[in-house]
């Protein structure tokens, strides 16, 4: 019923920049949450930083004011600005959604997975 397109993925150097961008679409009656996720090989899937309808943010702790999620709610997208990128934040990033479905209420989706891979 909702469909999550990620983008903007790559390999970048230490200290180097990538945006990810991901858009929600499909039978939904509105979005209520979006946010990116990462996980690393052989470890568990965390989150890096949640984005709400109303505009507020979160972010985890090892982000340290180099990333910066914003969203536009007119296209239920969502953005992830990455600078200063690290070689520990090499993973796979997942896109979530929470969207409230007609019938059904609220519902948890997930992207396919974008990689990023930083390079010493």
């Known amino acids: 019923q909702v469909q999550l397109v990620e983008s903007g993925g790559g390999l970048v150097q230490a200290g180097g920049s990538l945006r990810l961008s991901c858009s929600a679409s499909?039978?939904?009656?509105?979005?209520?949450?979006m946010g990116w996720y990462r996980q690393a090989p052989g470890k568990q899937r965390e989150l890096v930083a949640g984005f709400t309808s109303g505009g507020r943010t979160n972010y985890a702790d090892f982000v340290q004011g180099r990333f910066t999620i914003s969203g536009d709610n007119a296209k239920n997208t969502v953005y992830l600005q990455m600078n200063s990128l690290k070689p520990e934040d090499t993973a796979v990033y997942y896109c979530?959604?929470?969207?409230?479905?007609?019938?059904?209420?609220?519902?948890?989706?997930w992207g396919q997975g974008t990689q990023v891979t930083v390079s010493s």
């Open positions: 979530n959604a929470q969207a409230n479905i007609l019938y059904y209420g609220l519902d948890v989706y």
């Open positions: 499909g039978r939904f009656l509105s979005i209520k949450n």
